[in-house]
Protein backbone atom coordinates (compact mmCIF):
# COMPACT_ATOMS: atom_id res chain seq x y z
CA UNK A 1 0.00 0.00 0.00
CA UNK A 2 1.52 3.26 -0.93
CA UNK A 3 2.16 6.18 1.38
CA UNK A 4 -0.37 9.45 1.25
CA UNK A 5 0.57 11.62 4.24
CA UNK A 6 -1.84 13.68 5.54
CA UNK A 7 -0.29 16.72 5.25
CA UNK A 8 0.02 17.10 1.81
CA UNK A 9 -2.03 17.99 -1.18
CA UNK A 10 -2.53 16.14 -4.56
CA UNK A 11 -2.81 16.85 -8.30
CA UNK A 12 -4.70 14.08 -10.42
CA UNK A 13 -1.74 13.68 -12.37
CA UNK A 14 0.35 12.40 -8.75
CA UNK A 15 2.14 15.26 -7.65
CA UNK A 16 2.13 16.50 -3.99
CA UNK A 17 2.25 19.73 -2.84
CA UNK A 18 3.76 21.02 0.68
CA UNK A 19 3.07 24.84 1.66
CA UNK A 20 5.65 26.07 3.41
CA UNK A 21 6.08 28.46 6.29
CA UNK A 22 7.19 31.44 3.54
CA UNK A 23 4.40 30.75 1.67
CA UNK A 24 6.21 28.76 -1.10
CA UNK A 25 5.43 25.51 -2.03
CA UNK A 26 7.36 22.43 -2.75
CA UNK A 27 6.22 19.55 -5.37
CA UNK A 28 7.41 16.45 -5.75
CA UNK A 29 5.67 13.52 -7.31
CA UNK A 30 4.31 10.79 -4.65
CA UNK A 31 5.00 7.19 -3.56
CA UNK A 32 2.15 5.65 -5.73
CA UNK A 33 3.56 7.64 -8.83
CA UNK A 34 7.31 6.14 -7.96
CA UNK A 35 6.59 2.99 -7.48
CA UNK A 36 4.36 2.65 -10.76
CA UNK A 37 7.55 4.09 -12.65
CA UNK A 38 10.20 1.89 -10.98
CA UNK A 39 13.56 2.63 -10.09
CA UNK A 40 14.12 6.45 -11.48
CA UNK A 41 17.51 6.95 -14.09
CA UNK A 42 17.05 10.59 -15.23
CA UNK A 43 15.70 13.78 -13.62
CA UNK A 44 15.06 16.91 -15.40
CA UNK A 45 13.79 20.11 -13.25
CA UNK A 46 13.06 23.10 -14.66
CA UNK A 47 15.37 26.58 -14.52
CA UNK A 48 15.08 28.27 -11.37
CA UNK A 49 13.44 31.98 -12.21
CA UNK A 50 10.67 30.16 -14.82
CA UNK A 51 7.24 31.11 -14.88
CA UNK A 52 5.19 28.28 -14.64
CA UNK A 53 1.27 27.94 -15.39
CA UNK A 54 -0.63 25.07 -13.48
CA UNK A 55 -0.58 21.90 -15.38
CA UNK A 56 2.26 22.99 -17.47
CA UNK A 57 4.75 19.97 -17.73
CA UNK A 58 7.91 21.54 -16.14
CA UNK A 59 10.06 18.47 -15.12
CA UNK A 60 10.77 15.19 -16.56
CA UNK A 61 11.23 11.87 -14.22
CA UNK A 62 12.76 8.92 -16.21
CA UNK A 63 12.45 5.35 -15.04
CA UNK A 64 13.91 2.32 -16.24
CA UNK A 65 10.32 1.62 -17.70
CA UNK A 66 9.39 5.21 -18.92
CA UNK A 67 9.60 8.82 -19.33
CA UNK A 68 6.73 10.77 -17.72
CA UNK A 69 6.17 14.50 -17.77
CA UNK A 70 5.56 15.76 -14.15
CA UNK A 71 3.49 19.00 -14.22
CA UNK A 72 3.05 22.45 -12.01
CA UNK A 73 0.12 21.99 -9.60
CA UNK A 74 0.19 25.56 -9.52
CA UNK A 75 1.14 28.93 -11.38
CA UNK A 76 4.13 30.67 -10.03
CA UNK A 77 7.92 31.13 -10.75
CA UNK A 78 10.38 28.45 -9.91
CA UNK A 79 12.21 29.93 -7.07
CA UNK A 80 14.26 26.53 -6.24
CA UNK A 81 15.11 22.77 -7.87
CA UNK A 82 16.29 20.28 -6.07
CA UNK A 83 20.09 19.39 -7.40
CA UNK A 84 20.53 16.75 -5.83
CA UNK A 85 18.50 14.47 -8.07
CA UNK A 86 20.88 15.19 -10.93
CA UNK A 87 23.60 12.53 -9.70
CA UNK A 88 20.31 11.23 -7.05
CA UNK A 89 17.44 10.10 -9.11
CA UNK A 90 17.02 7.17 -6.77
CA UNK A 91 16.34 9.64 -4.17
CA UNK A 92 12.61 10.08 -5.68
CA UNK A 93 12.09 6.11 -5.34
CA UNK A 94 13.41 6.51 -1.74
CA UNK A 95 11.94 9.15 0.03
CA UNK A 96 9.34 10.42 -2.68
CA UNK A 97 7.86 13.18 0.27
CA UNK A 98 11.59 14.33 1.39
CA UNK A 99 14.62 13.88 -0.22
CA UNK A 100 12.77 13.52 -3.53
CA UNK A 101 11.25 16.85 -3.91
CA UNK A 102 11.63 17.64 -7.31
CA UNK A 103 11.32 21.88 -6.88
CA UNK A 104 9.30 24.54 -5.16
CA UNK A 105 6.96 27.04 -6.92
CA UNK A 106 6.05 30.77 -5.05
CA UNK A 107 2.01 30.65 -6.40
CA UNK A 108 0.58 33.63 -8.06
CA UNK A 109 -2.72 32.44 -6.65
CA UNK A 110 -3.06 30.37 -3.25
CA UNK A 111 -6.85 29.89 -4.27
CA UNK A 112 -5.33 27.55 -7.24
CA UNK A 113 -4.03 25.09 -3.80
CA UNK A 114 -6.64 25.01 -2.38
CA UNK A 115 -8.56 23.74 -5.14
CA UNK A 116 -6.11 20.54 -4.96
CA UNK A 117 -7.23 17.31 -3.60
CA UNK A 118 -6.33 16.29 -0.14
CA UNK A 119 -4.65 12.98 1.08
CA UNK A 120 -8.51 11.19 1.05
CA UNK A 121 -9.32 12.20 -2.07
CA UNK A 122 -5.84 11.23 -3.65
CA UNK A 123 -6.38 8.05 -2.35
CA UNK A 124 -9.83 7.32 -3.35
CA UNK A 125 -8.63 8.30 -6.93
CA UNK A 126 -5.79 6.21 -6.50
CA UNK A 127 -7.54 3.27 -5.33
CA UNK A 128 -10.44 3.95 -8.52
CA UNK A 129 -7.72 4.14 -10.99
CA UNK A 130 -6.43 0.39 -9.69
CA UNK B 1 -8.01 -14.89 -17.86
CA UNK B 2 -6.46 -16.85 -14.74
CA UNK B 3 -2.37 -15.64 -14.75
CA UNK B 4 -0.43 -19.28 -14.42
CA UNK B 5 2.35 -19.22 -11.91
CA UNK B 6 4.92 -21.21 -11.11
CA UNK B 7 5.87 -23.28 -7.90
CA UNK B 8 7.50 -20.57 -6.34
CA UNK B 9 4.52 -18.04 -6.35
CA UNK B 10 4.63 -18.10 -2.82
CA UNK B 11 8.02 -17.80 -2.18
CA UNK B 12 7.79 -14.34 -4.47
CA UNK B 13 5.35 -12.97 -2.49
CA UNK B 14 6.86 -13.74 0.72
CA UNK B 15 10.11 -12.24 -0.67
CA UNK B 16 8.04 -8.34 -1.52
CA UNK B 17 7.63 -9.18 -5.38
CA UNK B 18 5.66 -6.71 -7.55
CA UNK B 19 3.83 -9.09 -9.60
CA UNK B 20 2.85 -8.64 -12.86
CA UNK B 21 1.13 -10.63 -16.07
CA UNK B 22 4.25 -11.85 -18.22
CA UNK B 23 3.15 -14.19 -21.36
CA UNK B 24 -0.05 -15.22 -19.38
CA UNK B 25 2.32 -16.18 -16.16
CA UNK B 26 2.32 -14.19 -12.83
CA UNK B 27 5.71 -13.18 -13.08
CA UNK B 28 8.25 -11.00 -10.16
CA UNK B 29 9.10 -7.83 -12.09
CA UNK B 30 10.82 -6.55 -9.15
CA UNK B 31 11.55 -7.39 -5.27
CA UNK B 32 11.73 -3.54 -4.61
CA UNK B 33 14.66 -2.09 -6.81
CA UNK B 34 15.35 -3.91 -10.39
CA UNK B 35 18.22 -1.77 -10.56
CA UNK B 36 20.06 -2.72 -7.12
CA UNK B 37 18.96 -6.67 -8.22
CA UNK B 38 21.02 -5.69 -11.77
CA UNK B 39 23.72 -4.67 -9.58
CA UNK B 40 23.86 -7.81 -7.50
CA UNK B 41 24.39 -9.98 -10.38
CA UNK B 42 27.00 -7.95 -11.88
CA UNK B 43 28.44 -8.29 -8.50
CA UNK B 44 27.47 -11.23 -6.86
CA UNK B 45 24.81 -13.41 -7.28
CA UNK B 46 21.33 -13.58 -7.48
CA UNK B 47 18.37 -15.87 -8.33
CA UNK B 48 16.04 -15.41 -10.99
CA UNK B 49 12.80 -17.59 -11.73
CA UNK B 50 12.26 -18.72 -14.95
CA UNK B 51 9.59 -22.01 -14.79
CA UNK B 52 7.71 -20.15 -17.29
CA UNK B 53 9.91 -21.46 -19.70
CA UNK B 54 9.09 -24.63 -21.31
CA UNK B 55 11.29 -27.83 -20.57
CA UNK B 56 10.73 -30.30 -24.19
CA UNK B 57 12.92 -33.84 -24.44
CA UNK B 58 13.39 -35.31 -27.80
CA UNK B 59 13.62 -38.95 -27.45
CA UNK B 60 13.67 -41.61 -29.93
CA UNK B 61 15.84 -43.46 -32.47
CA UNK B 62 15.74 -40.13 -35.26
CA UNK B 63 16.07 -37.71 -32.76
CA UNK B 64 19.12 -36.00 -34.09
CA UNK B 65 18.22 -36.11 -37.85
CA UNK B 66 14.90 -34.48 -36.97
CA UNK B 67 16.96 -31.65 -34.36
CA UNK B 68 18.98 -31.34 -37.47
CA UNK B 69 16.06 -30.55 -39.56
CA UNK B 70 13.94 -28.85 -36.99
CA UNK B 71 16.92 -26.19 -36.38
CA UNK B 72 19.29 -23.78 -37.89
CA UNK B 73 22.39 -24.78 -35.61
CA UNK B 74 23.80 -28.07 -36.04
CA UNK B 75 23.19 -30.20 -33.38
CA UNK B 76 25.57 -32.79 -34.58
CA UNK B 77 28.20 -30.17 -33.15
CA UNK B 78 27.09 -32.01 -29.65
CA UNK B 79 29.51 -34.68 -30.14
CA UNK B 80 29.81 -35.57 -25.92
CA UNK B 81 26.93 -35.78 -23.70
CA UNK B 82 26.55 -32.80 -21.83
CA UNK B 83 27.02 -30.40 -24.52
CA UNK B 84 24.70 -27.55 -24.92
CA UNK B 85 24.01 -25.24 -28.19
CA UNK B 86 22.27 -21.78 -29.10
CA UNK B 87 19.70 -22.22 -32.14
CA UNK B 88 16.68 -20.63 -33.62
CA UNK B 89 14.00 -22.59 -35.19
CA UNK B 90 12.94 -20.97 -38.27
CA UNK B 91 9.87 -21.21 -40.16
CA UNK B 92 10.26 -22.10 -43.70
CA UNK B 93 10.13 -18.51 -44.77
CA UNK B 94 13.54 -18.33 -42.79
CA UNK B 95 11.96 -15.89 -39.86
CA UNK B 96 12.56 -16.95 -36.31
CA UNK B 97 9.82 -19.14 -34.59
CA UNK B 98 12.11 -18.95 -30.92
CA UNK B 99 15.14 -18.92 -30.01
CA UNK B 100 16.26 -21.94 -27.41
CA UNK B 101 19.15 -23.95 -25.71
CA UNK B 102 19.16 -27.42 -26.98
CA UNK B 103 21.51 -30.37 -24.64
CA UNK B 104 22.57 -33.31 -26.01
CA UNK B 105 22.08 -35.94 -23.30
CA UNK B 106 23.50 -39.10 -25.03
CA UNK B 107 20.91 -41.95 -24.69
CA UNK B 108 18.27 -39.80 -23.08
CA UNK B 109 18.00 -37.96 -26.21
CA UNK B 110 17.91 -34.02 -26.17
CA UNK B 111 16.66 -31.31 -24.25
CA UNK B 112 15.51 -27.89 -25.33
CA UNK B 113 14.32 -24.56 -23.49
CA UNK B 114 12.12 -22.67 -25.13
CA UNK B 115 10.37 -19.27 -24.20
CA UNK B 116 7.25 -19.13 -22.44
CA UNK B 117 5.54 -16.42 -24.51
CA UNK B 118 5.81 -19.09 -27.70
CA UNK B 119 6.22 -22.39 -26.35
CA UNK B 120 2.25 -23.48 -27.37
CA UNK B 121 3.08 -22.80 -30.60
CA UNK B 122 6.62 -24.49 -30.17
CA UNK B 123 5.51 -27.59 -29.30
CA UNK B 124 2.74 -27.21 -31.68
CA UNK B 125 5.10 -26.77 -34.73
CA UNK B 126 7.46 -29.92 -33.11
CA UNK B 127 4.53 -32.15 -33.28
CA UNK B 128 3.74 -30.99 -36.54
CA UNK B 129 7.31 -31.40 -38.05
CA UNK B 130 7.80 -34.66 -35.85
CA UNK B 131 5.08 -36.76 -37.19
CA UNK B 132 7.38 -38.25 -40.31
CA UNK B 133 10.12 -38.88 -37.59
CA UNK B 134 10.56 -41.45 -35.55
CA UNK B 135 10.17 -39.07 -32.37
CA UNK B 136 8.87 -38.61 -29.16
CA UNK B 137 7.91 -34.65 -28.77
CA UNK B 138 7.71 -34.30 -24.32
CA UNK B 139 6.77 -31.14 -22.29
CA UNK B 140 8.06 -30.93 -18.67
CA UNK B 141 5.68 -28.95 -16.94
CA UNK B 142 6.61 -30.76 -13.59
CA UNK B 143 10.17 -29.52 -13.34
CA UNK B 144 11.08 -26.06 -12.32
CA UNK B 145 13.72 -23.88 -12.91
CA UNK B 146 16.27 -21.38 -11.69
CA UNK B 147 19.02 -19.13 -12.79
CA UNK B 148 21.71 -18.67 -10.90
CA UNK B 149 23.70 -15.95 -12.19
CA UNK B 150 27.01 -14.13 -10.72
CA UNK B 151 30.15 -14.04 -9.96
CA UNK B 152 29.53 -15.69 -6.85
CA UNK B 153 26.93 -17.96 -8.23
CA UNK B 154 29.58 -21.03 -8.52
CA UNK B 155 30.18 -21.14 -4.63
CA UNK B 156 26.44 -20.37 -3.56
CA UNK B 157 24.90 -23.21 -5.72
CA UNK B 158 27.40 -26.09 -5.61
CA UNK B 159 26.43 -26.86 -1.69
CA UNK B 160 22.88 -27.12 -2.34
CA UNK B 161 22.62 -29.62 -5.43
CA UNK B 162 21.84 -32.92 -5.03
CA UNK B 163 25.11 -34.85 -4.46
CA UNK B 164 24.57 -36.62 -8.32
CA UNK B 165 25.05 -33.23 -9.41
CA UNK B 166 27.63 -32.03 -7.17
CA UNK B 167 30.56 -31.86 -10.19
CA UNK B 168 28.56 -28.87 -11.41
CA UNK B 169 31.37 -26.60 -10.26
CA UNK B 170 33.50 -27.93 -12.66
CA UNK B 171 31.60 -27.11 -15.59
CA UNK B 172 32.75 -25.31 -18.57
CA UNK B 173 30.27 -22.69 -20.40
CA UNK B 174 27.58 -24.46 -22.33
CA UNK B 175 28.18 -27.58 -20.60
CA UNK B 176 25.56 -29.81 -18.08
CA UNK B 177 25.28 -32.46 -15.73
CA UNK B 178 21.94 -33.97 -14.70
CA UNK B 179 20.84 -36.93 -11.96
CA UNK B 180 17.74 -38.78 -11.57
CA UNK B 181 15.20 -35.48 -12.11
CA UNK B 182 17.76 -32.35 -11.86
CA UNK B 183 19.89 -30.82 -14.29
CA UNK B 184 21.95 -28.35 -13.90
CA UNK B 185 23.92 -26.42 -17.06
CA UNK B 186 26.60 -23.46 -16.94
CA UNK B 187 24.21 -21.30 -18.94
CA UNK B 188 22.77 -18.27 -19.00
CA UNK B 189 20.79 -14.88 -20.16
CA UNK B 190 23.06 -12.29 -18.28
CA UNK B 191 26.85 -12.15 -19.54
CA UNK B 192 27.88 -13.65 -15.88
CA UNK B 193 29.38 -16.55 -14.86
CA UNK B 194 26.09 -19.39 -13.01
CA UNK B 195 23.67 -21.73 -13.61
CA UNK B 196 20.35 -22.57 -15.46
CA UNK B 197 18.93 -25.63 -13.04
CA UNK B 198 16.12 -27.56 -13.82
CA UNK B 199 14.31 -29.58 -10.44
CA UNK B 200 10.87 -30.77 -9.86
CA UNK B 201 8.69 -28.60 -8.80
CA UNK B 202 8.30 -29.58 -5.29
CA UNK B 203 11.93 -28.98 -4.40
CA UNK B 204 11.41 -25.75 -5.84
CA UNK B 205 11.07 -23.44 -2.61
CA UNK B 206 13.67 -24.92 -0.33
CA UNK B 207 15.79 -24.86 -3.04
CA UNK B 208 15.26 -21.24 -3.21
CA UNK B 209 15.36 -20.74 -0.03
CA UNK B 210 18.61 -22.05 0.64
CA UNK B 211 20.11 -19.58 -1.95
CA UNK B 212 18.27 -16.92 -0.19
CA UNK B 213 19.90 -17.89 3.16
CA UNK B 214 23.22 -18.25 1.22
CA UNK B 215 22.69 -14.46 0.65
CA UNK B 216 21.75 -14.74 -3.32
CA UNK B 217 19.09 -11.89 -4.26
CA UNK B 218 15.94 -13.03 -6.21
CA UNK B 219 16.00 -10.95 -9.16
CA UNK B 220 12.68 -9.98 -11.00
CA UNK B 221 11.97 -9.61 -15.12
CA UNK B 222 13.07 -6.15 -15.03
CA UNK B 223 16.53 -6.47 -14.11
CA UNK B 224 16.39 -9.71 -16.25
CA UNK B 225 16.08 -8.04 -19.28
CA UNK B 226 18.87 -5.25 -18.51
CA UNK B 227 21.11 -7.61 -17.75
CA UNK B 228 20.78 -9.56 -21.14
CA UNK B 229 20.53 -6.45 -22.90
CA UNK B 230 23.84 -5.20 -21.37
CA UNK B 231 25.17 -8.78 -22.18
CA UNK B 232 24.01 -8.02 -25.78
CA UNK B 233 21.86 -10.98 -26.26
CA UNK B 234 18.49 -11.18 -28.20
CA UNK B 235 14.65 -10.78 -26.93
CA UNK B 236 12.65 -12.93 -28.89
CA UNK B 237 9.30 -10.67 -29.81
CA UNK B 238 11.08 -7.71 -29.79
CA UNK B 239 14.77 -7.75 -31.31
CA UNK B 240 13.35 -10.83 -33.25
CA UNK B 241 10.33 -12.60 -34.51
CA UNK B 242 8.71 -14.19 -37.15
CA UNK B 243 9.39 -11.77 -39.64
CA UNK B 244 12.98 -11.43 -39.84
CA UNK B 245 15.44 -14.04 -40.35
CA UNK B 246 18.80 -14.55 -38.26
CA UNK B 247 20.87 -12.95 -40.70
CA UNK B 248 19.04 -9.41 -40.13
CA UNK B 249 19.28 -9.76 -36.37
CA UNK B 250 23.32 -10.60 -35.50
CA UNK B 251 22.60 -14.19 -34.99
CA UNK B 252 23.88 -15.32 -38.56
CA UNK B 253 26.60 -16.82 -36.24
CA UNK B 254 24.34 -19.82 -34.91
CA UNK B 255 23.61 -20.75 -38.52
CA UNK B 256 25.23 -24.17 -39.62
CA UNK B 257 25.44 -23.36 -43.57
CA UNK B 258 27.71 -26.94 -43.41
CA UNK B 259 27.21 -29.18 -44.14
CA UNK B 260 26.06 -28.25 -47.54
CA UNK B 261 23.23 -31.17 -47.57
CA UNK B 262 21.74 -30.27 -44.50
CA UNK B 263 18.16 -29.87 -45.49
CA UNK B 264 16.86 -27.05 -42.24
CA UNK B 265 13.67 -25.77 -42.01
CA UNK B 266 14.40 -21.96 -43.55
CA UNK B 267 17.31 -22.76 -45.27
CA UNK B 268 16.32 -22.34 -48.97
CA UNK B 269 14.94 -18.93 -47.57
CA UNK B 270 18.02 -17.86 -45.72
CA UNK B 271 20.04 -19.14 -48.39
CA UNK B 272 18.42 -16.71 -50.87
CA UNK B 273 18.57 -13.81 -48.50
CA UNK B 274 22.35 -14.04 -48.51
CA UNK B 275 22.70 -14.27 -52.28
CA UNK B 276 20.43 -11.45 -52.86
CA UNK B 277 21.54 -9.39 -50.40
CA UNK B 278 20.36 -9.04 -46.18
CA UNK B 279 18.65 -5.66 -46.02
CA UNK B 280 19.68 -4.98 -42.12
CA UNK B 281 21.66 -5.66 -39.47
CA UNK B 282 21.05 -5.73 -35.89
CA UNK B 283 23.39 -3.16 -34.07
CA UNK B 284 24.67 -1.85 -30.54
CA UNK B 285 23.65 2.08 -29.67
CA UNK B 286 25.29 3.70 -26.90
CA UNK B 287 23.30 7.09 -26.18
CA UNK B 288 26.25 9.13 -23.91
CA UNK B 289 23.54 12.19 -23.01
CA UNK B 290 20.50 11.90 -20.59
CA UNK B 291 17.78 10.07 -21.84
CA UNK B 292 16.64 6.38 -22.30
CA UNK B 293 16.38 4.82 -25.67
CA UNK B 294 12.69 3.21 -26.11
CA UNK B 295 12.13 -0.02 -28.38
CA UNK B 296 10.29 2.24 -31.43
CA UNK B 297 12.76 4.85 -30.95
CA UNK B 298 13.86 5.73 -35.11
CA UNK B 299 17.00 6.27 -35.78
CA UNK B 300 18.18 8.04 -38.87
CA UNK B 301 21.40 7.16 -40.23
CA UNK B 302 22.90 7.94 -44.01
CA UNK B 303 21.90 5.02 -45.42
CA UNK B 304 18.04 5.46 -44.37
CA UNK B 305 16.39 4.79 -41.21
CA UNK B 306 16.07 2.10 -38.86
CA UNK B 307 14.65 1.51 -35.10
CA UNK B 308 15.21 0.37 -32.02
CA UNK B 309 13.88 -3.04 -31.60
CA UNK B 310 14.96 -2.66 -27.58
CA UNK B 311 16.56 -0.12 -25.10
CA UNK B 312 16.70 0.39 -21.73
CA UNK B 313 19.29 2.37 -19.17
CA UNK B 314 22.58 0.16 -18.84
CA UNK B 315 22.66 0.09 -14.72
CA UNK B 316 26.58 -0.67 -15.29
CA UNK B 317 27.61 1.77 -17.62
CA UNK B 318 24.98 4.54 -16.14
CA UNK B 319 24.23 5.69 -20.14
CA UNK B 320 21.48 4.46 -21.98
CA UNK B 321 22.17 1.28 -24.71
CA UNK B 322 20.13 -0.51 -27.51
CA UNK B 323 19.59 -2.89 -30.09
CA UNK B 324 18.50 -1.25 -33.18
CA UNK B 325 18.10 -2.59 -36.69
CA UNK B 326 19.40 -0.54 -39.20
CA UNK B 327 19.75 -1.03 -43.35
CA UNK B 328 23.19 -3.03 -43.77
CA UNK B 329 24.50 -0.06 -45.87
CA UNK B 330 24.79 1.85 -42.74
CA UNK B 331 28.38 1.19 -41.79
CA UNK B 332 28.53 5.24 -39.96
CA UNK B 333 29.66 4.85 -35.91
CA UNK B 334 27.77 7.91 -35.48
CA UNK B 335 23.76 7.75 -35.92
CA UNK B 336 21.01 9.76 -34.61
CA UNK B 337 18.13 9.31 -32.72
CA UNK B 338 14.63 11.11 -32.41
CA UNK B 339 13.67 11.03 -29.01
CA UNK B 340 10.58 12.84 -27.37
CA UNK B 341 10.35 15.41 -30.00
CA UNK B 342 14.58 15.89 -29.32
CA UNK B 343 17.24 14.78 -31.85
CA UNK B 344 20.41 12.82 -29.58
CA UNK B 345 23.46 11.68 -31.40
CA UNK B 346 24.07 7.84 -30.63
CA UNK B 347 27.36 6.30 -30.88
CA UNK B 348 27.00 2.14 -32.84
CA UNK B 349 29.26 -0.32 -30.55
CA UNK B 350 29.52 -3.91 -31.30
CA UNK B 351 27.32 -6.09 -29.14
CA UNK B 352 27.92 -6.65 -25.93
CA UNK B 353 28.74 -3.48 -23.94
CA UNK B 354 29.10 -5.39 -20.83
CA UNK B 355 30.69 -8.79 -19.60
CA UNK B 356 31.35 -10.53 -16.35
CA UNK B 357 31.33 -7.69 -15.17
CA UNK B 358 32.76 -5.13 -17.17
CA UNK B 359 32.36 -2.26 -19.56
CA UNK B 360 33.42 -3.41 -23.05
CA UNK B 361 32.57 0.02 -24.22
CA UNK B 362 36.33 1.11 -24.39
CA UNK B 363 39.50 -0.09 -25.62
CA UNK B 364 40.83 -2.31 -28.12
CA UNK B 365 38.12 -4.64 -29.11
Redesign the interface.
Known amino acids: MSDTPQDLKYSKSHEWVRVEADGSVTVGITDHAQ?LL??L??V?TPEPGTQASAGEACATV?S????SDVYAPVSGEIVAVNEDLADGP?RV?ESPYGDGWLFRIQPSDTAEIDALMDAEEYAAMVESES | MTLKTTPLHAAHQRAGARLVDFAGWEMPLHYGSQIDEHHAVRRAAGVFDVSHMQVVDIQGAQAQSFLRHLLANDVAKLKTPGRALYTCMLNTDGGVVDDLIVYYRGDEGYRMVVNAATAEGDVAHMRAVGESWDVAVKTHPELAMLAVQGPDAVAKVVPLLPDELRTAGELRPFHAVWGKDWMAARTGYTGEDGFEIMLPAERAESFWDGLLRAGVRPVGLGARDTLRLEAGMNLYGTDMDESTTPLVSNLGWTVAWEPLDRDFIGRTALEKQRAEGVPAQLVGLVLEGRGVLRGGTRIETPAGDGVVTSGSFSPTLGVSIALARIPAASDHSELIAQMRGRVMPVRRVKPPFVRHGKSLLDGTR
Open positions: AGDVFEEVKAAEN
